[in-house]
């Protein structure tokens, strides 16, 4: 059975406590990566294969590597709890439940891209993982993990939280320092990345919660035994967040790879009255749906880009036999037309007409051009806006109408 | 840029989601007082105090009912037999005529939102800064029973 690394606290009682988190092996990562030099670290979490867990997976060392060396040069590190991908709630928990967790992370990884300054942004209806931020970061500074020379090292970092206002584009790294800035949380233009001008426009690296819950783990035992779980392109452990038409619903952490069919039937206890599958959604509600002769499809980047899908947020959504694809699809659209942010406008535009199609559709006020239209729609969204909500939104509806096609046909006939 | 125009200081702007909670909360909603004074106090025009403010939905410019019923509409509450058949209860028990968002006497309003991220205990609503979650239709009558007594 697979020992749990990011999750191993959850669930212990006070959890979120320094003492717990202490008394359970905590900041013991933090001096060993103090003792190191920047460059050390930086090379350690190249060689462990971590990549970003926030959707995109991009190498997570080559990331740090992008930030400029030079110390003159003030640098910030932002992380991002802005969790919103709809069936996400992995760093909720991660916060709630082991919030020291990630600041050990927080401050290791400033270390190594020498960054004096961090920001937390926490999406603002989380209002208990707030209060859990603000608690930790408090606790971390009374017992000199946080602030002027951390553990005598000569090392300095303060964090603070930041509370964001409702709004998922913020999500998007560029958005949420907008959002920072104290802005419209629109996505900028890149170039420049955040490595090169960010926060303030100096550079910045942002990470996701559970991506930086990895760094100590990678410290402490080490880039070897990282890179020997999971996959050899996906390394790590990943926590896969299960919802819908399960019996046992919950985050699970399994190594990268893990088939989707042992996730669902062993982890989460099948589908809910024993019902057949009918799709899974496998990566948060921006990823193409997979089919039930796809169960069997290994969880990491590369298996779900093979078949036609993401790993995203990790997020898997359960769809049981019986249920109509329409409705699933319409409620996906109009969540994208909800959060687009209205600055391009093939995705402001686009998502709205989406989700007014397939509102029409799936009240079986449909026309006969409408299965085109959406194609049209989804065509015309695709690859023409600034920031990936325009894909996140067209990619799932398209793979709907290409698997459920005689369903929206009968749909315009007549509403189920 | 024109000559006249002023030069914004980032760390003030960089406050201004800040602000707004403030104010919010001191005024109870972004009242036109409301907004002009978080504008005077970091130097930015109201209208640019607006325009962000309209961004995010959790700035109110209405007064909030005392209850404000915010109802899951993600994908896994839709699933679980939340989302729409759970607002559709919601307003039922409620009285709520069609398009109708509150209850005469201003006590509770009902409205849809995105994704809580509680998709793990599906049904779930949040009254004000609570979340109420596996909400079958039974615990949701006698939740909403209680509250209406009150």
């Known amino acids: 059975m697979f020992e749990k690394v990011l999750l191993r606290n959850a669930g212990v009682p006070g959890s979120e406590r320094i003492d717990v988190y202490l008394s359970r092996g905590g900041y013991q990562a933090l001096p060993q990566a103090l003792a190191r030099t920047p460059a050390e670290l930086i090379d350690m979490v190249k060689r462990s294969g971590l990549r970003g ?11 740090w590597g992008f930030m400029p060396t030079d110390p003159a040069i003030t640098k910030y590190v932002c992380v991002n709890t802005d969790e919103g991908e709809p069936g996400t709630f992995k760093d909720r928990q991660l916060v709630e439940q082991d919030p020291h967790q990630v600041i050990e992370g927080v401050i290791i990884t400033s270390y190594a891209v020498g960054a004096h300054r961090a920001f937390v942004y926490i999406r603002g209806e989380f209002f208990d993982g707030m209060k859990r931020w603000v608690k930790a970061i408090a606790d971390a500074y009374e017992r000199g993990y946080l602030g002027r020379d951390i553990l005598g090292s000569g090392y300095g970092l303060d964090l603070s939280v930041h509370r964001g206002a409702g709004a998922y584009i913020c999500g998007e790294e560029t958005a949420m320092i907008e959002s920072l800035e104290g802005k419209r949380g629109q996505p900028r233009k890149k170039p420049p990345f955040p490595a090169q001008a960010g926060l303030f426009g100096r550079p910045t690296l942002v990470h996701n919660v559970e991506t930086l819950c990895n760094v100590p783990h990678i410290v402490q035992r ?3 035994w990282y890179a020997g779980i999971g996959t050899p392109k996906s390394t790590g452990p990943k926590i896969f967040c299960v919802s819908g038409h399960v019996n046992r619903p919950g985050n699970y952490e399994l190594p990268l790879g893990a088939p989707l069919r042992e996730i669902i039937f062993e982890h989460a206890g099948g589908v809910r009255g024993g019902r057949a599958i009918k799709a899974v959604i496998p990566g948060g509600s921006s990823t193409p749906m997979l089919t039930p002769d796809q169960l069997d499809t290994p969880m990491d980047f590369e298996s779900l880009a093979q078949a036609g899908s993401m790993l995203g947020t990790g997020a898997v959504i359960v769809i049981g036999e019986g249920t109509c694809m329409v409705d699933v699809t319409r409620r996906i659209a109009r ?7 209205g600055y391009c406008a093939p995705c402001r535009v686009g998502t709205r007409r989406l989700a007014e199609t397939l509102e029409r559709v799936e009240t079986g006020q449909g026309r006969p051009g409408d299965l085109d239209l959406l194609a049209g729609l989804c065509e ?21 109408l290409e698997l459920f096609r005689g369903e929206f046909e009968a749909h315009i006939r007549s509403a189920c | 840029m024109s000559p006249t125009r002023q030069v914004q200081d980032p760390a003030k702007r960089a406050m201004l989601l800040t602000a707004l909670y403030i104010a919010q909360e001191q ?11 978080v504008s005077a106090r970091l130097g930015l025009s109201p209208t640019e105090v607006l325009s962000t403010a309209s961004f995010y939905t959790l700035y109110n410019r209405q007064p909030s009912a005392r209850y404000r019923i915010q109802v899951c509409a993600g994908l896994s509450c839709h699933l679980c037999d939340g989302a729409e058949s759970l607002e559709r209860q919601v307003r039922q028990k409620l009285g709520l005529a069609e398009g109708q968002d509150r209850t005469k006497d201003g006590r509770f309003s009902v409205e849809t939102v995105e994704c809580l991220a509680a998709c793990d205990t599906a049904p779930n609503l949040r009254i004000n800064d609570e979340l109420f979650a596996r909400l079958s239709p039974e615990a949701t ?3 909403l029973d209680r509250l209406m007594k009150e």
């Not at chain 1, 867990?53 to 990331?63: D, N, T, W, Y």
């Not at chain 1, 969540?335 to 942010?341: G, K």
């Not at chain 2, 005024?27 to 004074?37: D, F």
């Open chain 1, 335 to 341: 969540f994208f037309a909800h959060e687009s942010c």
């Open chain 1, 222 to 224: 080490g880039p070897e």
């Open chain 2, 141 to 143: 009558d006698a939740l």
């Open chain 2, 27 to 37: 005024y109870g909603h972004l009242s036109e007082e409301a907004i002009q004074r």
């Open chain 1, 380 to 400: 015309g969204i695709q690859g023409r806006t600034f920031c990936p909500l325009g894909d996140a939104a067209a990619a799932p509806v398209r793979r709907s």
């Open chain 1, 53 to 63: 867990r926030g959707g995109a997976g991009f190498p997570s060392g080559l990331k």
